[in-house]
Structures are given as structure tokens and as C-alpha cells.
């Protein structure tokens, strides 16, 4: 029997709603349970402007004042800042069921979710990426890392575009 994989976003005032579109997309591609967020900015916005998959259908978005209530037990808090003493993305490993919380793109999570925090992680870049590039990478690492067994074709030929007839040619080494 396996266990079924949790992953929770949680946003900590997002600055707009291309940044939530762009995080629901990136949670719909990744299989993400549930998007949670707070703060004011998002809720005086306008409707999800990047969210081109209507990721909506099938997550939960869920705007709570702390992102961290109703979480089962065995799920494990994972900060995503770039912070004094965080691990590296890719020396992390992923616990199998995990909320991760992102702070604004103009500003850092509070001091007191990051004390909650199981662990805290950062993406070594040179400079800082905006939230929904820093959400792919989270969310694509943990999958790189999942032992996920993929049927390639079958997930090339469900999910590419339909207007996408590519197909690689295979060729033989040259003499």
C-alpha cells in the first residue's frame, strides 16, 4: 500500500493576481492538493489573470489568516526563503507529505512562521526569482526527486498542446 503525497502551497500576502494565476498553474501541473493564501492584496484584486489551465477547477484556493491551521500531523512545514541557515534546494530531501509556504515577492515570511517550520530551504540563484518561477523549480525538484515512475509517451501524448505534432527522430550514430 502507498501513501498518498500531500502538497500544500501556502502564499503569505502575494503581491497580485498574475503571481496566484501563475501559482495555481504551476500547483495544476504539479498535482498540488490545495493553495492556500492571506493578506490583503489578493483579495482586492481582480480575477486570476495567468491561470490558463483553470487550475481552479480541480485545487483548492483557500484564503485563511494562518496558513498553517487544520494541517494533519504528519504533514511537515517547509519555508521557502532565502534565510540565514536554510538548506540548499538541492541538498533537500522531500518529506512525503508537505506544506510549503512562500513569502511576497517584496518582502520575506514572518519570523514566526519560520520558527514553526520543519525546515526552511532556499533556491541557490544569483539574485532572487519571482514567486510562481520560485514555485515551479520547488515543486519540479520534488518531483525529479520522487520515485514517480513516468510512462513518457503516454504523459507526452496526454499533456502537450493539440496543435504539437512533434516526435523525435531516432537516429543512428554516424560511422
Same mark, same amino acid.
Given at each position: *500500500?502507498?501513501?498518498?503525497?500531500?502538497?500544500? @502551497?501556502?502564499?503569505?500576502?502575494?503581491?497580485?493576481?498574475?503571481?496566484?494565476?501563475?501559482?495555481?498553474?504551476?500547483?495544476?501541473?504539479?498535482?498540488?492538493?490545495?493553495?492556500?493564501?492571506?493578506? &490583503?492584496?489578493?483579495?482586492?484584486?481582480? #480575477?486570476?489573470? &495567468? /491561470? &490558463?489551465?483553470?487550475?481552479?477547477?480541480?485545487?483548492?484556493?483557500?484564503?485563511?489568516?494562518?496558513?498553517?491551521?487544520?494541517?494533519?500531523? /504528519?504533514?511537515?512545514?517547509?519555508?521557502?526563503? $532565502?534565510?540565514?541557515?536554510? &538548506?540548499?534546494?538541492?541538498?533537500? @530531501?522531500?518529506?512525503? #507529505?508537505? *506544506?510549503? $509556504?512562500?513569502?511576497?515577492?517584496?518582502?520575506?515570511?514572518?519570523?514566526?512562521?519560520?520558527?514553526?517550520?520543519?525546515?526552511?530551504?532556499?533556491?541557490?540563484?544569483?539574485?532572487?526569482?519571482?514567486?510562481?518561477?520560485?514555485?515551479?523549480?520547488?515543486?519540479?525538484?520534488?518531483?525529479? #526527486?520522487?520515485? $514517480?515512475?513516468? /510512462?513518457?509517451?503516454?504523459?507526452?501524448?496526454?499533456?502537450? /498542446?493539440? #496543435?504539437?505534432?512533434?516526435?523525435?527522430?531516432?537516429?543512428?550514430?554516424?560511422?
Amino acid at each position: *500500500m502507498t501513501t498518498q503525497s500531500t502538497v500544500i @502551497i501556502g502564499l503569505n500576502n502575494p503581491k497580485s493576481p498574475t503571481n496566484v494565476g501563475a501559482v495555481m498553474r504551476a500547483a495544476g501541473c504539479y498535482q498540488a492538493s490545495q493553495v492556500r493564501f492571506n493578506g &490583503t492584496r489578493y483579495s482586492r484584486a481582480a #480575477k486570476f489573470q &495567468t /491561470d &490558463t489551465h483553470n487550475a481552479r477547477q480541480h485545487i483548492e484556493l483557500t484564503e485563511m489568516q494562518d496558513l498553517t491551521a487544520n494541517l494533519a500531523d /504528519d504533514v511537515k512545514i517547509v519555508c521557502v526563503e $532565502l534565510a540565514l541557515g536554510a &538548506t540548499a534546494l538541492p541538498n533537500f @530531501i522531500h518529506p512525503e #507529505k508537505a *506544506m510549503y $509556504l512562500f513569502g511576497p515577492e517584496d518582502g520575506s515570511l514572518p519570523q514566526e512562521l519560520v520558527d514553526k517550520a520543519d525546515h526552511v530551504v532556499y533556491v541557490p540563484t544569483v539574485g532572487c526569482m519571482n514567486l510562481a518561477a520560485t514555485v515551479n523549480v520547488l515543486l519540479y525538484d520534488r518531483l525529479a #526527486k520522487s520515485s $514517480l515512475v513516468i /510512462d513518457h509517451e503516454q504523459q507526452v501524448l496526454a499533456n502537450r /498542446d493539440n #496543435k504539437n505534432r512533434l516526435e523525435v527522430k531516432q537516429t543512428s550514430p554516424a560511422d
